[in-house]
T-cell receptor, first 113, second 113 residues
Framework: KAGVTQTPRYLIKTRGQQVTLSCSPI?????VSWYQQTPGQGLQFLFE???????NKGNFPGRFSGRQFSNSRSEMNVSTLELGDSALYLC????????????FGEGSRLTVL | GESVGLHLPTLSVQEGDNSIINCAYS??????FIWYKQESGKGPQFIID?????DKRQGQRVTVLLNKTVKHLSLQIAATQPGDSAVYFC????????????FGSGTRLQVQP
């Protein structure tokens, strides 16, 4: 079956702009989580969505937001981009529930100039 | 806790040797632990998991050991192969209904042919 699909894979933005990243989960997966990966901070949890509701949120400013659609596809948005937002943004999905294997996409690499 | 990955520790082994990758965690409430492998340009891939009511779990060529007393997790890879070269992360989550994973800073495994 198809894996987790993230688009775009690479993008370049300038400070002050905003960006929207998309994640299509594996068929049947209803939970979608987003992580930010940087060399300095490693992998950090942004938020998780399940059945179109945010059920968990990490310690990121309000410039970072997300949503989930009825087909479980998710988007995350970062507004007023800063240089420090340059990172690999990873989407991870699972069927649902408290634990269970997370399947990661290959990420969207954002560069902010 | 946050993960800091400015200087990623590296483990270099010869092909065919066994590898042991270690991870210390700080949250005594953590209940579920996972090891992920991340190859260059890809998202993390699930390797093996273990719950806190176990101290050892084996998979194909991999074994995870959990020592809750000292909050230590290790991943043993038997007969290491060049394809095992990657960055390995441990991740943890507490049994509080919170579903976010906290990732360690990672260890780079280099397998010499």
């Amino acid at each position: 079956k198809a894996g987790v699909t993230q688009t775009p894979r690479y993008l370049i933005k300038t400070r002050g702009q905003q960006v929207t990243l998309s994640c299509s989960p594996i068929s049947g997966h209803r939970s979608v989580s987003w992580y930010q990966q940087t060399p300095g901070q490693g992998l950090q949890f942004l938020f998780e969505y399940f059945s179109e509701t945010q059920r968990n949120k990490g310690n990121f400013p309000g410039r970072f937001s997300g949503r989930q659609f009825s087909n479980s596809r998710s988007e995350m948005n970062v507004s007023t981009l800063e240089l420090g937002d340059s990172a690999l943004y990873l989407c991870a999905t699972r069927i649902g529930g408290r634990t269970g294997e997370l399947f990661f996409g290959e990420g969207s690499r954002l560069t902010v100039l | 806790g946050e993960s800091v990955g400015l200087h990623l520790p590296t483990l270099s082994v010869q092909e065919g040797d066994n590898s042991i990758i270690n991870c210390a965690y700080s949250n005594s409430a953590s209940d579920y632990f996972i090891w992920y492998k991340q190859e260059s340009g890809k998202g993390p891939q699930f390797i093996i998991d273990i719950r806190s009511n176990m101290d050892k779990r084996q998979g194909q060529r991999v074994t995870v050991l959990l020592n809750k007393t000292v909050k230590h997790l290790s991943l043993q890879i038997a007969a290491t192969q060049p394809g095992d070269s990657a960055v390995y992360f441990c991740a943890e989550t507490p049994d509080t209904g919170r579903r976010a994973l906290t990732f360690g800073s990672g260890t780079r495994l280099q397998v010499q042919p």
